[in-house]
């Protein structure tokens, strides 16, 4: 893509950066124009906020340079904002102003996500944390916002809002964040970190897993290039060693030096291995909730709820923060008393819990005693013992890890042990309560896969959008239309709800009532979706020809590639298969995935309908 004359807004070049032994970075780069919205994509520990902190100026590399143009203003919201010697949410706020900036901005932004400004920063929960760290770096109205994790700890509404406000915004984007539909929605192109350096792709996140996948693809052909020319070392050293010594030497040390890319090739960053221990076979109905009611400070936070859990259920329940969602869980699992109503849980249940904070975890245990209970050197991972090194390797701990305490790990880290020890528990019903925070992108898609492949019932509560829309199958959201407490099932993920409800919300709920009272929002009138709109039907009648059609189109591609002399008869054209056939097996994947969708909406729409009558 052609790019003005104008030099670039932020450069970093060659960044160079070792902690103790190991080097983090070693040669990246990061260049950013004006007006330009770029995400940083990259696993957990690569050196994503690392590499922001240089950019920020935090932390200097040790080598390498970067330059900021002259006159630019910079913000960065770093992952954990430091509160400390702040009396209130607005001073902090307030901190981030340059000297001409008008400070009404930072009132009318707290205002905006529902805090007063008075709040005491050692108080206050990690949403409003978030929101308050927010207000101090987009009030200035830089020209560069470098933002890590922004939407941690924020419900659903208030990442909508900062959706709207960065759209809005001049500023050039910088973002971390492990939200897949914030990045699709917000960036224009991408910069993945990977082993130390950087590569850029030229769209926004949206194209980036196809095109990783294809690169990633391409470097599996040159290490089996690579495992060729090594068998051909190691067959000329064996039969050639009457060769000039010199030559010996040389072909030697050239071997030698093949072997460690090889080494250095296979230790690419290594892949979390997940599985969940499974449980016993609960029985068919795993809970059965009948108007259930509860209350705090006579406010309701259920009211009425019917539900009906069966086994295999995946059910998702999402809301505003201070909605209720963790009482809910609570109700529906036996944990907390309803004050009105009843919840009778099915046989044989063998429930596995992970909280949204890791509470779980001691800070003062090492990573390697927080999987062993303390208890030597095994863990038990469903009915069979494995040795604590090799079950850390599964989640990309390295064995030199055993002794670190929790206290030092990363907040994707501290993520990674909580399932790792939660997924060792047998299990028929899993409960996971904000599972994706601080978790890499690739880990996620692992995640996901996991959780298609459990046999047992989930509940997830989640804000991540896309983690809903791939995981449930039904999701629980709060119905104020209906009356305070009240709560409303619809059948598929969250971009399903939105397009049933035939609403999407556009102003996040202030965190604590406001100061002054408004007039309630008339509620809106909705008429029952009773069948499948000409566009979804037509959808269903054409999709499995589609899919039949991409299946023999990836069989055909896979084919042609098992052909061994393509490559060294025409390395384009095989380069061209690689692409299609990432290309056709990502169409094939989101063709089922469709099919699935709208077969199960029919299902549940004919299902009410015979309710009805």
Known sequence: MARSAAPPLLSLQDI??????????????????????????????????????IAAGTVEADHGSVLLKPGTTLRYLEQEPDFSGYATTAAYAEAGLAPDDDPHRVRLLLEELGLTGDENPAEISGGEGRRAALVRALAPDPDILLLDEPTNHLDLPAIEWLERKLEASRAALVLISHDRAFLTKLTRRTVWLDRGTTRRLEKGFGSFEAWRDEQLALEELDRHKLDRKIAMEEDWLRYGVTARRKRNVRRLSDLHSLRQQRRDARSAGGQVVMAAAAGETSGRRVIEATELEKSFDGRPIVAGLDLVVQRGDRLGIAGPNGSGKSTLVGLLTGTLEPDAGTVKLGANLQEVSLDQKRASLNPKLSLAEALTDGRGDQVAVGDRQRHVRSYMKDFLFQPEQAGTPISRLSGGERGR??????????????????????????????LEDLLADYKGTLILVSHDRSFLDNIVTSLLVPAPEKGAGHWQEYVGGYSDMLAQRGVVKTEPRPAKPASRSAPPAAPRKQAPKVKLSFKE??????LPDRIATLERQVQKLRSEMSDGSLYQRDPDTFHQRV???????????????????????REALETAGDHAV
Do not use: Q, Y
């Not at 989101?590 to 099919?595: L, P, Y």
């Open 417 to 446: 042990l909580a399932l790792a020890i939660a997924l060792a528990r047998p299990s028929n019903l899993l409960i996971l309560d904000e599972p994706t925070n601080d978790l890499d992108l690739e880990t996620l898609d692992l």
């Open 537 to 542: 039907k037509h959808a269903l009648e054409t």
């Open 579 to 601: 692409r299609d056939l990432a290309r056709a097996e990502a169409a094939l994947a989101a063709s089922e995935e469709e099919w699935l969708t709208l077969e199960m909406k």
């Open 16 to 53: 160079r950066l070792t902690f103790g032994s190991t080097p983090l970075l070693t040669g990246a780069e990061l260049f950013l124009f004006e007006g330009e919205r770029l995400c940083l994509v990259g696993r957990n520990g690569c050196g994503k906020s690392t590499l922001l902190k």
